[in-house]
């Protein structure tokens, strides 16, 4: 099962995610912050507000994404 494992903020929507599985790949968010609760994450004070759970990232209004997306969209870092 894939997995977030460490997460660094970058810059502006941008993250350095490492998997489980030792790749690290750099996600810029912004194309996917849309809509009633990815939206708020615009608000780049909202936006760095995330942690890590046991799979994957979640931000504090709840929001989270499947670490297997985050893997298909990032770019190798």
Same mark, same amino acid.
């Given at each position: 099962?894939?997995? +977030? +494992? /460490? +997460?660094?903020? %970058?810059?502006?929507?941008?993250?350095?995610?490492? &998997?489980? /599985? *030792?790749? %690290?790949?750099?996600?810029?968010?912004?194309?996917?912050?849309?809509? @009633? %609760? &990815?939206? @708020?994450?615009?608000?780049?004070?909202? &936006? +760095?507000?995330? *942690?890590?759970?046991? %799979?994957?990232?979640?931000?504090?209004? *709840?929001?989270?994404?499947?670490?297997?997306?985050?893997?298909?969209?990032? @770019?190798?870092?």
């Amino acid at each position: 099962m894939l997995k +977030v +494992v /460490d +997460v660094d903020y %970058v810059k502006d929507y941008t993250l350095r995610l490492t &998997f489980n /599985d *030792g790749v %690290v790949k750099t996600v810029d968010l912004k194309p996917y912050l849309h809509g @009633e %609760v &990815f939206g @708020e994450l615009l608000d780049k004070n909202k &936006f +760095v507000q995330y *942690g890590l759970t046991p %799979v994957t990232i979640e931000w504090a209004n *709840g929001a989270d994404l499947a670490p297997e997306f985050l893997y298909e969209i990032g @770019e190798a870092a």
